[in-house]
């Protein structure tokens, strides 16, 4: 795995900035760097690599999308990683391993940073890979959330009730 040095790939707030705004002016300023390390890890494969900037803030807004959809605030998000491996070739007539590229982004106070990136390898008909990691206090807070609406009958009482 190649460790790459700690680059900005999303805010929070990008979106709702305006266009002349210096941070959005400075993060768009980046992308020719992420760019450049996708490109070094790259090569010349391009078919089922990641090889542009807005790819991976795609892949963080469906990460965003999936840490929503837990019930967990955006400020609980810090500390997360997101590892990323595009989908390998379609056709059945290929038969032959591709180029892929493996990237690891992690949630900091406001900003997604891109902290690893690596070549990897695909298999034709294999699926995309978006993996969360979360720490077992995220997983906690999730877990309370998702039964927040339910009363919770404790393992005893439960097997007692299904006897009688």
């Not at 493996?102 to 008909?125: A, C, M, N, S």
């Amino acid at each position: 795995m190649t460790k790459a040095k700690p680059t900005v790939v999303i805010t929070d707030a990008i979106q709702k900035m305006p266009a002349s705004d210096k941070r959005r002016q400075a993060l768009a300023a980046l992308a020719p760097a992420v760019e450049q390390r996708l490109y070094a890890v790259n090569g010349k494969a391009s078919s089922f690599c990641t090889t542009l900037h807005y790819q991976i803030i795609e892949i963080v807004r469906d990460a965003e999308q999936r840490l929503a959809a837990t019930g967990l605030p955006r400020s609980a998000w810090t500390g997360v990683i997101v590892s990323h491996t595009g989908a390998g070739p379609t056709a059945k007539r290929y038969k032959y391993s591709a180029a892929a590229t493996w990237l690891q982004i992690e949630r900091r106070t406001k900003d997604w940073v891109l902290i690893g990136v690596d070549r990897d390898t695909v298999y034709p008909g294999s699926n995309e890979r978006l993996t969360l990691t979360i720490s077992d206090a995220q997983a906690d807070e999730i877990k309370r959330r998702a039964v927040a609406g339910f009363l919770v009958q404790p393992a005893q009482a439960a097997s007692n009730a299904n006897v009688s």
